[in-house]
């Protein structure tokens, strides 16, 4: 990140500015993804002059950032009127798709439109694969050949390269097709809970030798030796009450296609609804939000004295599904081992609870845990 | 120095008033601009149609005591470096919007 990006989100915190809003447009689909979290039914969409409305108090309250996702973007018929819209209120506008509908004709528009950048999911390099995911035959052709028009017109392009049980293998060459193609690449070893709730699409998550593989690969993390450090122990008490978790209600939150406002597209806390109430008094007064900016680290319950506590990669909407926000979030805790191999203090009260009848004093000082570490945190996962 | 040249803000660009700070990101490579209080001036007032000299005589001279022909010269100094980072246009003759051009941040 640079200097000044950095110094923007430091004062847009600092005035309580939503610098970034992720608008998703629909929840209708042309695919129907095993891992996805979401439901395909129209619930009763925003009309375009409702959206109008919304990215007009977008604007106004400071919305630098706008992500248009969905479902698949390209079902409204709308879209572009909602694209060129967003660009004349000059948001700086990345899409997220699948590119299956993305021709010569949508790539040139969205090139004149001065999109920054486009997201596109993409699951394999091998057709068959990619399309037992996304359960629509021929995806993988038309997504690759959205993806070859869109750079064709110069337009910046990213693969989301969700990794799950089916397609933990192909990332190597995903990788180099993106690099064939001149697409950036970006891996996400996370599959997130359904909104309403349900957890039984987490079975598709990748091993934990898998994950560790992929965060000791620094073509995928940067600097790996860095990346995988041992922690450095819990923040100081200061640190910790001045720490925050992450963007999520602080300068970044989410909007679905009904209204519904909600801290994080991963955090499903209902704050308010954009069709009732003006987004800025959601914004500003919502007592969902404002509870959710008043959690430091110091408050989460098994993290604050946690080893990973400076380095933690904690998901409070991750936490919040699994119970409770100021908690611990055990997919995070198990990337943590998976990239240190240093359990947090959450995983080791679980086993604990799992070996001990009594929790014991080995919680509150997080030590490496000898042995078959996969074994142990597929059982904490389930 | 033509006296009569115009500026328009480019369409390929997100911007955004931040704090009484104009922050712009340029289309091209993403970069970011923070613009101090006489360039945002200048930026929201880029309308295309209004020439640079009568920007400065409207926006700038009315707020501050300043000379207009020294205002005029920083002013276009300033428009010069702005369309060399692609986040503003430059022309000797009125460039009216062809209706992709973004309006003035709020």
Redesign the interface.
Known sequence: M?G??H??GA??L??G?P?SVQLDLTYRCNERCVHCYLDHDDHGEMTTAEIRDLLDQL??A????LILSGGEIFLRKDLFDIV?YA???????KLKTNAVMIRKARAKRIA???V?SVQISLYSHRAEVHDAITKLPGSFRRTIEGARLLRSHGV?VSFANVLMKHNVDDYPEVQALAAELGVEYNVDATITPMMDGDRSILGLNIASAELEQIFHNSTLVGNAEEFCAPPSGPLAQADALDSLPCSAGHTACYVSPYGDVFPCVQFPLPSGNVRKTRFLDIWRHSPQLQEVRAITLADLQGCSSCAHGGSCSRCPGLAYMEGDMRGPSTQDCEKSFARTGVPSANLLRKQSEKTRPEPDAAAASPQPLPGNRPVVWMAVQS | MNANRYIARAANVAARMIGGEMMIMSGADSSLYSLNETASILWQAADGVTPLAQIVEQHICAEYAVDPATALRDAAELSEELARQGILLLSEVPLPDPGTRPKAAP
């Open positions: 640079s000044l990006m110094e923007m004062k847009a600092k005035l500015i610098l604007a106004a400071g919305v630098f950032f060129e660009r004349k209120l000059m948001f700086s506008v004149a439109l001065g920054e910046r």
